[in-house]
């Protein structure tokens, strides 16, 4: 099946630098999403983007679906401390067989602020 | 809050004994879907429900079950459980089919 290649696994970064972090894949993607979870607690949905070069915003955070359509980038300016979590991208593929439309998700990249 | 409730939040267990995992989704979402995540590992899609039919599997075990009722709660069975089965177990919901997932607050399991 799909496979999406999140880089990086962690990044430990200073509060008030900004982030990026991103998505890649082999196969064209219809949907990309962006995700944050804080330990114990389930992933929050931050930003979702439908069309390839879509630019969305969401306070601090960016996120921009990749022409090719085979990526997804997420920004994040002036870190906090309260950005800490782990971040997952998620793709619908274009077609995944057998009826069913799944998400596909990356596995993570852990952010750590450092006041 | 995402409007999908999951219980019980916390559950310890011993090896060879069966649990239930309960997810209610968010009002007026027919998908449900169950995810397994271990500890530092990313998001194991199990099985996904729409409308009470089974609409995908992931890699789910065979010792590992569900369904979806008539009023759309889901239920996770997962039997003859081993040291390996500890981890988080979310919930998720969608209105339609592989939209953007909503997800519960988790189901830690822990088998001693």
């Known amino acids: 099946g799909q496979q999406l290649n999140q880089s990086p696994q962690s990044m430990f970064i200073q509060e008030g630098e900004d982030v990026s972090m991103n998505c890649t894949s082999s196969?064209?993607?219809?949907?990309w999403l962006w995700y944050k979870q804080e330990p114990g607690e389930g992933p929050v949905l931050l930003i979702a983007l439908y069309k390839a070069g879509e630019l969305t915003s969401n306070g601090r955070l960016t996120a921009q679906f990749g022409i090719t359509r085979k990526d997804s980038f997420l920004n994040i300016s002036a870190s906090i401390p309260s950005d800490v979590g782990i971040y997952f991208c998620?793709?619908?593929?274009?077609?995944?067989?057998?009826?069913?439309?799944?998400?596909?998700f990356g596995k993570g990249t852990k952010l750590s602020v450092i006041p | 809050d995402s409007g999908v409730t999951q219980t019980p939040k916390h559950l310890i267990t011993a090896t060879g004994q069966r649990v239930t995992l309960r997810c209610s989704p968010r009002?007026?979402?027919?998908?449900v879907y169950w995810y397994q995540q271990s500890l530092d590992q990313g998001l194991q899609f199990l099985i996904q429900?729409?409308?009470?039919?089974?609409?995908a599997k992931g890699n789910i075990l065979e010792r590992f079950s569900a369904q979806q009722f008539p009023d759309l709660h889901s239920e996770l069975n997962l039997s003859s459980l081993e040291l390996g089965d500890s981890a988080l177990y979310f919930c998720?919901?969608?209105?339609?089919?592989?939209?953007?997932?909503?997800f519960g607050s988790g189901t830690q399991l822990s088998v001693l």
């Open positions: 196969s064209i993607f219809n949907t």
């Open positions: 998620a793709g619908q593929p274009a077609y995944s067989g057998a009826g069913s439309y799944q998400l596909t």
């Open positions: 429900y729409y409308n009470g039919e089974e609409r």
């Open positions: 009002s007026g979402d027919l998908s």
């Open positions: 998720a919901s969608s209105v339609g089919d592989g939209e953007k997932l909503f």
